[in-house]
T-cell receptor
């Protein structure tokens, strides 16, 4: 079955450090890939997405590139801030060419990020 | 409403009791999803509603779990004869039908503790 494997945390960084959170997936076909973020006390929010190979999703200084050859979607940010402290989830789902989903997301385990001043 | 609303936000129940968790999706969102977030288990899909019907309920862990949706809006997840392993945060999400490219909108969840 489909699965997502994330780099285990927790990850602790100093402000302005470079961030990488690894994500690899196993799936039949070509899924759409997502990063979700959960800030303390809040619900999950979509951070960025990519729907086909070589697409780069970006938002709030975060980026991730859909690499079909390595089945990966690593999350990166050049300079983290204290406000980026949260739990980050990589996820996949299947969509057809029209963007219609097959209904569910498969999530990774989540990575806790803590950024210190 | 402006977002997905879940109630209660916290629930403590005794083992063996039944509980009901409620989800109010965003108005006009015809797709509704329930997930469970357990410590060390990540997020598990439970059930997907398209309108009032559930084309995918493959994630419900046992027959103690059931869910319904009425009027294409509010959904209730019911857990009968709760067990300690049911302790988790139950998340609801809604989206415009099928348009997963825009992502779901998640509620803040119901934290269920079975003692």
């Amino acid at each position: 079955g489909d699965s997502v494997t994330q780099m285990e945390g927790p990850v602790t960084l100093s402000e302005e450090a470079f961030l990488t959170i690894n994500c690899t997936y196993t799936a039949t076909g070509y899924p759409s890939l997502f990063w979700y973020v959960q800030y303390p006390g809040e619900g999950l929010q979509l951070l960025l997405k990519a729907t086909k190979a070589d697409d780069k999703g970006s938002n709030k200084g975060f980026e991730a590139t859909y690499r079909k050859e390595t089945t990966s979607f690593h999350l990166e940010k050049g300079s983290v801030q204290v406000s980026d402290s949260a739990v980050y989830f990589c996820a996949l789902s299947f969509t057809n060419a029209g963007g219609t989903s097959y209904g569910k997301l498969t999530f990774g385990q989540g990575t806790i990020l803590t950024v210190h001043p | 409403g402006a977002g997905v609303s879940q109630s209660p936000s916290n629930k403590v129940t005794e083992k063996g009791k039944d509980v009901e968790l409620r989800c109010d999706p965003i108005s006009g969102h015809t797709a509704l999803y329930w997930y469970r977030q357990s410590l060390g288990q990540g997020l598990e899909f439970l059930i997907y509603f398209q309108g009032n019907s559930a084309p995918d309920k493959s994630g419900l862990p046992s027959d103690r779990f059931s869910a319904e949706r009425t009027g294409g809006s509010v959904s209730t997840l019911t857990i009968q004869r709760t067990q300690q392993e049911d302790s988790a945060v139950y998340l609801c999400a809604s989206s415009v039908e099928g348009l997963l490219l825009y992502g779901y909108t998640f509620g803040s969840g119901t934290r269920l503790t079975v003692v």
